[in-house]
């Protein structure tokens, strides 16, 4: 059975500073994604990451890939308040359907 | 382009009785999956479907099934409701699997069972 383990669970830092937040997961799977949360809302899409070594940035979040390690992060530079939000990643397992959540990552950062 | 959407957004049903939920993909896209988010459980993979068939299932009961039809729209039905069933609901539309593995995901509907 396919697990993914996010950490920390929850995150509280301050604007300007950076942090990481970490996915592993436990079978051989091909599909990574990174999902945002806001309070009451749907999810939204932020990386698909498809290949080892994959690296993908969009504005102060980058995301990685290590299929060997069977580890994705979640970098945040220079953090700022709207950036405060539950983060999930997801594991693809290719023949049992789509996604394995994290429990998510929620996020608060303080001025 | 519209995006996913779901209906109804809000549903109260008491303990027995049953709830259909509707879906419709984003134009073109032929794939819709569905979630159960939970305080407790997290998010929880429902069914999947592809051009009106079932391709997966996660680990529920029987109580919770679905369908798609050939719009690609899709119903998921919940029979017998429990208080246990209480949850945001969540569809998303992805298109073939070959040409992209991006699923986006509508606002969801927000059951609540009394």
């Known amino acids: 059975e396919l697990k993914v383990e996010q950490n920390p669970l929850f995150l509280s830092m301050q604007e300007g500073k950076n942090y990481t937040i970490y996915c592993n997961y436990s079978t051989t799977s091909d599909r990574l994604y990174w999902y945002r949360q806001d309070p009451g809302k749907s999810l939204e899409s932020l990386f698909v990451l498809l290949s080892n070594g994959a690296v993908k940035q969009e504005g102060r979040l980058m995301a990685s890939l290590d299929t060997k390690a069977r580890l994705s992060t979640l970098h945040i530079t220079a953090a700022v308040h709207d950036l405060s939000a539950t983060y999930f990643c997801?594991?693809?397992?290719?023949?049992?359907?789509?996604?394995?959540f994290g429990d998510g990552t929620t996020l608060t950062v303080k001025p | 382009k519209a995006g996913v959407t779901q209906t109804p957004r809000y549903l109260i049903k008491t303990r027995g009785q049953q709830v259909t939920l509707s879906c419709s993909p984003i134009?073109?896209?032929?794939?819709v999956s569905w979630y159960q988010q939970t305080p407790g459980q997290g998010l929880q993979f429902l069914f999947e479907?592809?051009?009106?068939?079932?391709?997966n299932k996660g680990n529920f009961p029987g109580r919770f099934s679905g369908r798609q039809f050939s719009n690609s729209r899709s119903e998921m039905n919940v029979s017998t409701l429990e208080l246990g069933d209480s949850a945001l609901y969540l569809c998303?539309?992805?298109?073939?699997?070959?040409?992209?593995?991006?699923?986006?995901f509508g606002p969801g509907t927000r059951l609540t069972v009394t």
């Open positions: 998303a539309s992805s298109l073939p699997p070959a040409d992209s593995y991006e699923q986006y």
């Open positions: 997801a594991v693809d397992n290719t023949n049992a359907g789509k996604s394995t």
């Open positions: 479907y592809f051009s009106e068939t079932q391709r």
């Open positions: 134009s073109g896209h032929r794939s």
